[in-house]
């Protein structure tokens, strides 16, 4: 699964933006969105503001799970107490279709067959419990680190909100997508 993580201000400027892959069942943490569509995660992110801002004023909870959908991108978001949207844009896998060496199986009999070994797990369907736990785990941890970083007394001046540009701060950020995603 290919992960887009952005944190957003109160006024929708970015201000963290990582891109990964998953790194459990056998990934390499590098993200694979399509080069044709790499470009288009910004926009997806912002797209899905508006659903952001209808969920946020219906529910008391900071985690919304996923709120929005594009093609076969999903999105889930986690709000602060200061209005700070972290927006985690997932995105499984693209399956392709493989010939067996076997002729007596069918194409349908045998992915029917690999599904079972790919249907637990994290990245087996981003609407699992199971996924949806481990983002909500990395949503906590990433607002803890979020907090220490604003507890920073250089990192903004006057109550404004800053870019993060702490190489630190991502490296803990892709750990942290390392250990739940």
């Not at 459990?24 to 997806?44: H, L, W």
């Not at 008391?60 to 959908?69: A, E, N, S, T």
């Amino acid at each position: 699964m290919s992960y887009y993580f952005t944190i957003l201000s109160p006024l929708d400027t970015p201000l963290f933006q990582h891109e990964f892959g998953t790194s459990k069942q056998g990934g390499d943490g590098i993200a694979r969105f399509p080069e044709s569509a790499r470009y288009m995660n910004q926009f997806v992110v912002h797209a899905s503001l508006d659903v952001v801002e209808e969920v946020q004023w219906g529910s008391g909870v900071m985690y919304l799970k996923v709120i929005d959908r594009f093609y076969n991108n999903y999105i889930s978001c986690f709000l602060t107490g200061g209005n700070i949207k972290f927006i985690l844009l997932h995105a499984p896998p693209t399956t392709t279709t493989s010939t067996t060496s076997n002729p007596s199986l069918s194409s349908s009999s045998a992915s029917f067959a690999a599904a079972p070994s790919t249907a637990t797990g994290v990245g087996a369907s981003p609407t699992s419990p199971a996924t949806e736990e481990a983002i909500r785990q990395f949503f906590t941890d990433v607002y803890e680190l979020w907090v220490k970083t604003l507890m920073n007394p250089f990192c903004g001046v006057g109550g404004e909100y800053r870019e993060v540009k702490s190489n630190v701060f991502r490296a803990r950020v892709q750990g942290l997508g390392r250990k739940y995603l």
